[in-house]
């Protein structure tokens, strides 16, 4: 009884020192935003912005902080910054209408042409990934999931009675939000993107130097990544458009 | 008594007004040989005169006719007497038919005396001037700008027909806008010729001298074969219908016109020149004085004047500071004359108060070439004077504009302005400044989504367990719902022998029925299924129809009687059917 007694104070000691640390830290990131903010206010831009990626390097995971260091990096006059910051926020908050505004004002000022092709018919096909964020999707499909699971209690406790039309039609939707969630899983895991941070970067045939300049791109471009080799990053502006740059001239978004 | 008098005077010089006497002599040709006839036409209007001809000397009159007609244009009669006098020529050389007298009631009328040519050698057609073309301007000094009028003149006194104007293609001038056609009737030298004009504008681009080639008209002459007797069915049988005429070919040109452009002077003003070119007016109008704050006047430009009106910019108007000004389109109402394109351009702008005082507006100039001078000229308008009132609604008001989306005035409301809105300034938005910043959202994680995929099927796949384990009731049920699809798909099978099928057929019919009942078995006698079926709320006429499935599938099984195609698919069906409503 006394050691179990023991076991249980010991816990709650443990306990109460994770909350207060955690307290602590919450707080600090507080003030350390809260301090940025006024900075950018006060138009000390380049202090609030680091103040802001000290928050996030806190393992703060928030749209608005991330859109509050793009603001503070673009103010700056640090385009690659601010839309690494951006896009960061775009990934949390992707219909955010002011995050929208500034990202495509930002865009606007970038020295390189995207060479998107995303086909049309791709995006019409697949019109809620453009119309529905991330988090929606997974909860979308989870609770058609719910939807259809409960329906099939019900069936098994209702004589047993087989599957009707309004059955697959849950399982379906289930499944194609599922498909949707899965693929971005993946693409947030596999298929990186990172913004292109220095003034003016010459994208190469190998890793050195001396190897040829195939392009050139700018501050703010945003490359796919596909390899990462001896301090070289292989990246992909475009289908067409294949090169290896230093990394430290990038950030993975 | 006086005023009377006068105004009875008045109305009795209504009708002699209004049925004035006029005579007119006109001939069929003016150039002839001494072997043609000549037609003298001698017509009054509203009086039947007689003509005293003995003043024809050089011609000997062959015969006389008479003829009259009655005419009823605009709510006015008008009688005409004609007479016609066939003339033979009794020399040679400009001979003349003097000023014909004709008494009517005591007054005397007079014509014009007529010049008639004739000669031995026959008439060509140019000579006979049965049709002729000239090319005028209206003025052959213009300035560079200045709008000057191309005036094409076709005259026949003849029939013709398919006529085609070829004008030149004025290189030297921009072509603002040829004007329709207008046909009328001259008298020239005592005969009568059909005139159509063409009026076309032309503005100078560059100044030097120039020459406008001839205009070039090709048509058909339709000549009359036969008698040259004038007769008054010719009209209508003496045309190439009837092929008593034949048609010549005619092509005419007119002489070409010298110009000479003069350049426009340096402009000696402080204003800035319009581009204005011509002779013109302005004047403006202020529609309130005294208005409150949030309410408008309109101030109205009106450009008057002959010249390249239409093309004329709004006047520069500078508006105080707490007046907004909104324009409304221009209205042109500019029509071509002689001179050129004449009539008005004005400008309507809504003033609206912002806030109150006393505002002026100062004068407007328009600096523009007076084309007849030969100088610039400056028009200025008067200033005008705003006063601005406080508004009744306390507080900032807002400015309601005043010209409607499409920039016209309505009669019936205020104007209204409404504009696409357009950025004028280009920055970020600001910052997010609320402390929900700093919270970690970190979002589902993907181990986290799994997770939650997979518990409501964890769940329901525990509770399916539990049923079974425990062998309630419920199980049983979906046993023989399972047994009765089963024994369905059985039976619907092709090639199944006839008592396999109605075997398939009773087992998938009474397992249903048990089902509901939530029990097992293998038989069941027609009352146990109205039983069961009762007791589990079923409508009366499906139980009834169970009833009759369960007796005729019986029937036809233990009677051994045979099953055509079409009995067992309808029996089939009906077994689908009643097992779906039991369901």
Known sequence: MMIGMRRLTVLGMMSLMIFVHAGAQASEAAREYLEGIQLYNQGHYEKAATLFETVAEKGVINGKLYYNAGNAWFKEGNIGRAMLWYERALNIMPHDPDLRYNHDYVTGLLKDKSEDKTSPVFKVLFFWKEMLNKNIIRWLALGFFLIFWVRVVIGMLNSGRSMKLIDWLFLSLALVFTFTSFNDFYNARFNEHAIVLVESVSVRSGLTEESTELFVLHSGTRVGVDDELRGYVKIRFSDDKIGWIKREDIEII | ?583
């Open chain 2, 1 to 583: 008594m006086k005023k009377l008098i006068v105004f009875m005077l008045g109305f009795l010089l209504i009708p002699a007004s209004a049925f004035a006497v006029s005579v007119k002599a006109r001939v069929d040709k003016t150039q002839m040989t001494p072997d043609d006839i000549l037609t003298l036409t001698v017509s009054i209007s509203d009086a039947d005169a007689e003509v005293d001809t003995s003043g024809i000397k050089d011609f000997r009159i062959l015969s006389h006719s008479t003829g009259s007609s009655f005419q009823w244009i605009n709510g006015k009669s008008s009688h005409e007497y004609t007479h016609n006098y066939s003339l033979s020529p009794l020399k040679k050389g400009h001979l003349i038919i003097p000023a014909l007298t004709l008494d009517d009631k005591g007054s005397s009328y007079h014509t014009e005396p007529i010049t008639i040519l004739v000669q031995d050698s026959p008439v060509s057609d140019k000579d006979s001037r049965d049709i002729f073309v000239q090319a005028r301007v209206n003025d052959d000094l213009p300035y560079v700008g200045q709008q000057i009028v191309y005036v094409f003149s076709l005259y026949y006194g003849i029939q013709i027909t398919n006529p085609s104007l070829q004008v030149p293609d004025f290189k030297d001038f921009m072509v603002k806008e040829t004007d329709k056609d207008t046909n009328v009737t001259k008298l020239i030298g005592g005969r009568e010729y059909n005139v159509i004009e063409r009026r076309i504008v032309l503005v100078p681009l560059k100044d030097g001298t120039v020459e406008i080639p001839p205009s070039v008209l090709t048509c058909d002459k339709v000549v009359k074969q036969g008698t040259q007797r004038r007769d008054p069915m010719d009209s209508f049988f003496g045309n190439s219908f009837f092929g008593r005429s034949r048609l010549e070919r005619k092509v005419l040109r007119t002489n070409p016109i010298p110009i000479r452009i003069n350049p426009l002077p340096a402009n000696p003003h402080d204003v800035e020149f319009s581009g204005l070119v011509g002779q013109m007016t302005l004047s403006a109008a202020m529609e309130n004085h005294d208005i409150k704050v949030g309410d408008s006047t309109t101030l109205t430009l009106t450009l008057d004047g002959i010249g390249n009106i239409m093309d004329v910019e709004e006047p520069k108007i500078n508006v105080p500071d707490g007046l907004k000004m909104y324009r409304d389109n221009p209205q042109e109402d500019v029509t071509i004359g002689r001179k050129g394109y004449a009539g008005k351009k004005i400008f309507r702008l809504a003033l609206v108060a912002i806030k109150d005082g006393t505002f002026t507006i100062p004068p407007i100039t328009v600096n523009y070439f007076d084309v007849e001078k030969g100088q610039y000229q400056i028009l200025v308008t008067p200033a005008f004077e705003l006063d601005v009132a406080p508004s009744d609604q306390s507080g900032e008001r807002q400015v309601a504009p005043l010209i409607n989306e499409e920039g016209t005035q309505d009669k019936d409301r205020p104007l209204r302005i409404k504009k696409k809105v357009e950025y004028t300034g280009h920055d970020i938005l600001p910052l997010k400044e609320s402390l929900d910043g700093v919270e970690n959202r970190p979002g589902m994680s993907l181990a986290m989504f799994i997770l939650l995929l997979i518990l409501p099927a964890l769940g329901a796949g525990g509770l399916k367990a539990i049923l079974l384990y425990t062998g309630r009731g419920k199980s049983q049920a979906s046993l023989m719902v399972r047994r009765a699809e089963k024994a369905l798909k059985s039976a619907g099978k092709s090639g199944t022998p006839e008592d396999e099928f109605l075997s398939a057929l009773y087992r998938a019919f009474i397992s249903m029925v048990l089902s509901r009942g939530g029990m097992v078995g293998e038989t069941l006698t027609t009352a146990e299924v109205r039983n069961i079926l009762t007791k589990a709320n079923l409508k009366q006429e499906d139980i009834h129809e169970a009833e009759d499935l369960l007796n005729r599938i019986e029937s036809i099984r233990f009677s051994g009687g045979a099953l055509n195609d079409a009995t067992r698919k309808e029996l089939m069906d009906k077994t689908r059917q009643t097992i779906r409503r039991i369901r």
